[in-house]
C-alpha cells in the first residue's frame, strides 16, 4: 500500500510539476490575476472529474467522501487560507515539488506549515466553537439523491466548470495549454486514489503537516492526532512521493537551483533575502492552520470536493478566493517596483 501511495504522489507531482502549477510565480500570478494557468486547471480537472467520478459512483467502483459544512471553519478557514496561500505563493501540495525543485522559500514555507499545524492540533479545543455550526456532510447528490435530476445537473456543472475554464483560457495573459493536458490527467488520477479496489479516498496535502508536526515534537496523545493519524501518515508518503518526482526531474532535466527570491517576488517586494525568509514562515504557517481550521486545501476541498459537488467545498472555495485575492491586491500593491 505504501509504494502505491508513493507512486500515486509521483504521479500527482509530475502532472504540476509538467504545467509549473507549484511554481511561486504561476500561483502568486494568480493572486494578483496575472496568470490564471492554477484555476483553468482545477476548473478542468473539476468538470472532467465529475463525469468519471459519477461514473465510478454509479458502478460501485467509488463512493463519496463528503467534508462536513462547517459554517465558520469554512468562512475564516477560507479567508486564511487564501491570505496564506498569496502570501507565500504556493499551496500545501505545491510545496514539496517545488521544494523538489530547489525552492528554498518552499522549504521554509513547509517548516511555517510544520509549525501552524502543530499549533492548529494544540489550541482547537479552544478555537472548537468558532468553527461551527456543522451541518453535516452536503452535497448536491445528499439533496437530490443518486436520481436522473441528480445526474442532469451533475453533468450540467461538469459542462460548466470545463466551459468556464477554456473561457478564463481566453482572458488570461498566460496562453501555454499545458494546463489542459495536467488538469485532465489531475481529473484521472484523483478518480483512481477514489477508487475503492485502492485507497478509497480523495487526494489532499495539509492533513500532513500537523500530522508531522505533532510527531517530530511527540505530541501525539490528543484526540486531533488520532483523528488525523490515518490521513495524515496517507498524505505524507504521498507528498514525499512528489517531492521526489519534482527532485528527479529537475536534477535529469538539469533545472535545480537553489532559489530563495522569484521573480514576481523581486518585482514588487525586493530583493531582501530577510525579508521573504519571514514572509515564507508566515505564510506557511497560515496556510495549514487555515486549511485545517476549514478541513481541508486546495487539493483535498476545492479539488476533490468539487468533483463531488460537495456544498462545503464550493463554499470554501469561495472565500479561499476572496483571501487569495484581496491579499494579494493588498500585499503585492504597497511595493510595486520598488526594491526595498
Partial sequence: MMIMIFVLGILFGLTLQ???????????????????????????????????????????FASFHIKPFVVGGLILGGLIFGMGMAILGYCPGTLAISLGEGSIDALIGIIGGLSGGLIYSLVLPFIQPILGPDLGALSLNTTLGSTTMYYILSSIFAIVFIAASFWLQ???????????????????????????????????????????????????????????????????????????????????KKDFKLVLIHDNWRRYKGDSKLKRIIWSFVGGFILIFGARMAGGCTSGHILSGGMQLAYSSLFFAVFTFVGLLVTGKLFYKSNLNKNS
Fill in 18 to 60: 509538467y504545467a509549473s502549477l507549484n511554481k511561486f510565480n504561476v500561483i502568486s500570478g494568480l493572486a494578483i490575476l496575472e496568470n490564471l494557468s492554477v484555476v483553468k486547471a482545477i476548473a478542468l480537472a473539476i468538470g472532467v472529474g465529475i463525469i468519471l467520478l459519477n461514473f465510478e459512483i454509479a458502478f460501485g
Fill in 170 to 252: 481566453k482572458v488570461d495573459k498566460v496562453k501555454g495549454k499545458k494546463w489542459i493536458f495536467s488538469g485532465i490527467v489531475l481529473a484521472i488520477l484523483n478518480s483512481i486514489v477514489f477508487s475503492s479496489v485502492l485507497t478509497n479516498r480523495p487526494i489532499g496535502a495539509s492533513t500532513a503537516f500537523p500530522y508531522v508536526g505533532d510527531l517530530l515534537l511527540g505530541l501525539t496523545h490528543n484526540n486531533y492526532f488520532t483523528k488525523i493519524e490515518s490521513a495524515g501518515n496517507w498524505e505524507m508518503i504521498f507528498l514525499a512521493g512528489a517531492f521526489i518526482a519534482a527532485l528527479s526531474i529537475s536534477v535529469i
